[in-house]
C-alpha cells in the first residue's frame, strides 16, 4: 500500500506490510495512548478475525483496514457505528467504482451494492466484504475506545466459503486498493459527521435503509435462540432488524446473523 494515501483532515494512517489483525493492531495502539482517527491498513492478515469468532481470510490485494476512535457516547450508541460504516463503504464503492463519471458502475442488473444488516456489504446476494466493531472502555480516561475494522473483497473473493461471495474486480469494477482506503476513509468522515455520536442517527437509519435490500425480502435470522424466517420489514428506531414471520408476527432482532433466504447459507 503507497503511504501517500489521502486522508481526511484530523485522520492519520498507518501502513502495515502484515499483521495479525488491523483491528488488534488498533486496539494495542490505542492502549499505548495514540489519539483517535487512527486508520490501520495492511497488505496482510496472519489472524484476520470476522464476527461471530469466523476467521477473515487474507486474499492478496483486498482491503483490510481499522479505524480507531475514541468516543464519548456510551457502548450501546457506539453499537450504531456498524450502520454508520456500512452507509460509508457502499458510499465508497460508488464514489470509486464512478471514476469521475456521473453514475457509479453497478455489478449488473440485479447485483446492486448494498447492506445486509447487521454489518455485510453485498453486491447483488453475494458477500463483497464485513464489518466487525470492538469496542472497550478507555482506560485513560472516561470514554470509549472503539474500532471499526472493514474487509473489503477488492481484487478476490476467499475459495470455498460456504456463502456466496464477491469482488469488486468480479464486478467488473478496477480500483487500486489506496484509492478505495482514500475513498472508504473520506466517506467514514462524512458519515460520523452525520452521526454526530449519535444525535444524527435518524438519519443515519435514512441513509443505510436506502442503501439495503427490498421490503418483503426474505430473511433468516439465527440469533442463538433457533432460526426465524421471515419478511424484512426495515429498522426500528434503535436500528434494530424487523421482521415479520410466517404467522405475519412482527418479531424485532438487536443482534444475529442474517441470511437471504434461499441463497444456501448456512443459518
Ligand atoms: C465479518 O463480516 O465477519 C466482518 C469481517 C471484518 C474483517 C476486517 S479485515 C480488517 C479488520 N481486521 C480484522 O481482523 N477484521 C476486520
Keep these: 500500500m503507497r503511504r501517500d494515501v489521502e486522508m481526511p483532515i484530523g485522520y492519520r494512517l ?143 473473493a476467499p475459495d470455498g466459503l460456504d456463502r456466496a461471495a464477491t469482488s469488486l474486480a468480479d464486478c467488473g469494477v478496477a480500483v487500486e486498493r489506496c484509492r478505495m482506503l482514500a475513498s472508504v476513509a473520506s466517506a467514514m468522515d462524512s458519515a460520523l459527521q452525520v452521526w454526530n455520536e449519535g444525535s444524527g442517527f435518524a438519519d443515519i437509519r435514512r441513509l443505510w435503509l436506502e442503501r439495503a435490500g427490498p421490503l418483503d425480502e426474505l430473511l433468516t435470522v439465527n440469533s442463538g435462540s433457533g432460526a426465524v424466517t421471515g419478511r424484512y420489514q426495515g429498522l426500528d428506531g434503535d436500528g434494530a432488524l424487523l421482521l415479520a414471520d410466517g404467522l405475519g408476527v412482527r418479531r424485532r432482532f438487536t443482534y444475529g446473523d442474517v441470511s437471504l433466504a434461499g441463497t444456501g447459507e448456512p443459518q
Aim: glycine residues 14%; charged residues 20%; proline residues 5%.
Design 14 to 156: 498507518v501502513s502495515l506490510e502484515e499483521t495479525g489483525s488491523t483491528n488488534s493492531e488498533a486496539m494495542r495502539l490505542a492502549t499505548l495512548g495514540e489519539a483517535g482517527g487512527l486508520w490501520i491498513t495492511a497488505e496482510r492478515q496472519t489472524r484476520g478475525r470476522g464476527r461471530s469468532g469466523r476467521t477473515w481470510r487474507s486474499v492478496p490485494g483486498n482491503l483490510y483496514a481499522s479505524l480507531m476512535l475514541r468516543l464519548s457516547c456510551d457502548p450501546q450508541t457506539a453499537q450504531q457505528l456498524a450502520l454508520v460504516t456500512g452507509v460509508a463503504v457502499v458510499d465508497a464503492i460508488r464514489a470509486a467504482s464512478s471514476g469521475g463519471a456521473r453514475r457509479a458502475v453497478e455489478p449488473g442488473p440485479g447485483r446492486s451494492f448494498r447492506l445486509k444488516w447487521p454489518n455485510d456489504i453485498l453486491a447483488g446476494p453475494a458477500k463483497l466484504g464485513g464489518i466487525l466493531l470492538e469496542s472497550a472502555r478507555d482506560v485513560g480516561g472516561p470514554g470509549l475506545v472503539t474500532v471499526i475494522g472493514i474487509g473489503l473483497n477488492v481484487a478476490a
